[in-house]
């Protein structure tokens, strides 16, 4: 189910009216902040069951969350609650019988294990360790579970990392001490405990110990900050784990050498499995009959955003091979067919995240299911279960058969809080960009929108910059709040933007002011063209990260191309930049190299080289724990034009990243950024 071009008025109601009716209103940030939230999902082994957790959010914005169990096989069956606990479950998996579920929960005073049985009963904690279990899988056959838990790397048991956190918490001196990079990460500084992998036998007996796979290794298992126990598995076979992690080193900050590695469950020497390969490898899964090991790979090393390619191998004969070699998509998940001769993945499409299905053997690729941002649950014998975003929908779970016909949408849990809500329509729409190449883009009407109109325009810069923003409903970024206030809402996928082939993808790199700035400037013309009720003499740009890279650039470059900007978390000067991020492997891909080694390239595309230039109104955003881009960017950037007298304002978070996660905080952040647009622009 290919869609070439998107048109959806309001959410699940099939309305194309363009005025507003009386019961209906613009989408809000406490309107954002108070939706329901799906977090945990799983499908029995026979795909007849589903079980999710929802989290609740009531009128006074208090929390609840709770795991619901739906019958697959019924077409009328309605939810069942299963649980009624204070706190959260999450991680639900079935038990291999299908008879009970097990899932991590916070009831004993920290996140411990628990199993519940489905023919009733209340769940019983089934592990009663001194830390925190984080995440975990089990094994096929249901014997063994794998649990990942923080420790000190040095510590040979459980009860030693215990006794050194206390001495921490203890101690008078608060210095943090260090011999190699990398000294902090994301938004935390180094505390010299890892993420590591234990085994413990499911056996009826309450866990109490586990044996640590990964003893002594100096290395993150699964990798933070992101992975999860997605990159961790137990072979079908049940005698050893496999896992992703870089080899303990010192060149944790310029290297992204994930390698796959497989170690005995009672633990022992770690093998190897990708020794060979100096790039990244990822999410190792096998097939139900251990015939084969699946994995993504990439192959340039220093490189995050390479193409994942697909690789095959036979554990009986040692062949590997890349599936699918001519396919120019990275998917980024992998789950085999019951019979083991296909995967389904998913992987960004054209504005998309799409669900496609590989012949293991033949390489062909099939698109099933392509609209909205699609992440799979399960795949059954005959359907497809995934959760579904678009820009007007949060997200619910569906059904949909391997021939991607006949979707079903399996629950609605914010189909009450939006029955109300008017949302903005939207379109994908494309044009010339660099070298007249195709570039695609979308945008947004207003939710008041009224023909004959022209509308302010909220141009959206995505960060990454190997990123999008396409066809999905984020709890950060959303576009329909900005037609919630009335402005036209404009996100142009520029080069370097992903899923749309590598080459693209890679067109950005040493050339960040660029070939991106030519396609947001084209972009912009040919939108207003084919858009009139978009003005184009009436606009402000805004963006984090590259995004707000993008801001300082615009400064500079392109300065009397909009009415006001506004730069969260922006590199200003790419100097200083280098010698104070984290990640260095990501500056160094992205400029060929470390500075010293092309400083030329880095001043050509350095914001700071063209402050002389800067005339437009921006609102500087930062957190004061954003490690990747550190705040003195932002600080940077703003001090530069207060003493230039540029109309500007700085709003610092002392507890946010490089993103804004606290809800009270993000709607500070919202009401800045819109009583900073309404300034500068007119509203007709």
Known sequence: MKTSSIFIALAAAGMMSSAVAADQRAFTVQDLSNLNKLHSAAVSNDGNTLVYAVKLIDADGKASSDLYQLDLSDKNAKPKQLTSVKGTEHDVKFAPDDKSIYFLANRTGSSQLFNMSLTGGEAQVISDLPLDIQGYVLSADGKQVALNMRVF???????????????????KTTGREYKQLMVRH???????????????????????????????????????????????????????????????????????????????????????????????????????DG????????????????????????????????????????????????????LYVTAQDVGQVSIFEVNTQFGDVRPIYN?????????????????????????????????????????????????????????QFSFKGWNDEKVHGYWIKPYNYEEGKKYPIAYLVHGGPQGSFGNSFSGRWNAQLWSGAGYGVVMVDFHGSTGYGQAFTDSISEDWGGKPLVDLQKGMDAVTKQQPWLDANNACALGGSYGGYMMNWIQG?????????????????????????????????????????????????????????????MLVIHGEKDFRVPYGQGLGAFTYMQRKGIPSELLMFP????WILNQDNLGQW???????MDKWTEKK
């Open 186 to 288: 994301w938004d935390t500084w180094e505390d010299h405990a890892r993420n590591h992998i234990f085994v413990a036998s499911l056996n009826g007996k309450t866990i109490k110990d586990a044996v640590n796979v990964t003893q002594g290794r100096d290395t993150e298992t699964p990798p933070k900050p992101f992975s999860g126990m997605e990159e961790v598995t137990f072979t079908p076979d049940g005698k050893h784990i496999v896992y992703t992690a870089k080899a303990p080193s010192n060149t944790q900050a310029w290297t992204t050498n994930y390698d796959l590695w497989q170690v005995p469950v009672t633990g022992g020497e770690a093998v190897n499995l990708t020794e060979a390969n100096k790039a990244w490898d990822a999410h190792p899964t096998f097939s139900a």
């Open 153 to 171: 790397p040095e510590c040979k048991d459980l009860a030693c990392t215990v006794e050194k956190k206390q001495q921490v918490a203890d101690a």
């Open 557 to 617: 470059n392109w300065n009397d191309g909009f009415k006001c900007l506004i730069n969260h978390a922006g590199l200003f000067d790419l100097r200083s930049m280098y010698y104070v991020t984290e990640e260095l492997w990501f500056i160094e891909h992205e400029f060929g190299g470390t500075y010293e080694q092309k400083k030329d390239l880095y001043e050509k595309f350095n914001p700071v080289n063209y402050v002389e230039n800067w005339q437009t109104p």
């Open 655 to 658: 507890d946010e990243n490089h």
């Open 371 to 427: 609209d909205g941002s699609n992440s799979l649950i399960a795949a059954t014998e005959d359907k497809l279960i995934f959760n579904k975003r678009s820009l007007v929908e949060p997200g619910d779970l569906y059904t949909v058969n391997h021939e991607g016909e006949h979707l079903t949408r399996l629950t609605q849990v914010n189909q009450d809080k939006l029955s109300k809500i008017k949302f903005g329509e939207f379109e």
């Open 291 to 342: 015939r084969y090991l699946a994995y993504l790979a990439m192959s340039k090393p220093g490189f995050e955003a390479d193409r994942f390619r697909i690789m095959l191998r036979d554990n009986v004969t040692g062949q590997e091979k890349e599936v699918a070699p001519l396919w120019d998509r990275s998917p980024h998940s992998l789950m085999f067919s019951k019979d083991g001769r296909k």
């Open 670 to 676: 919202y009401e800045n950024v819109f009583r900073w």
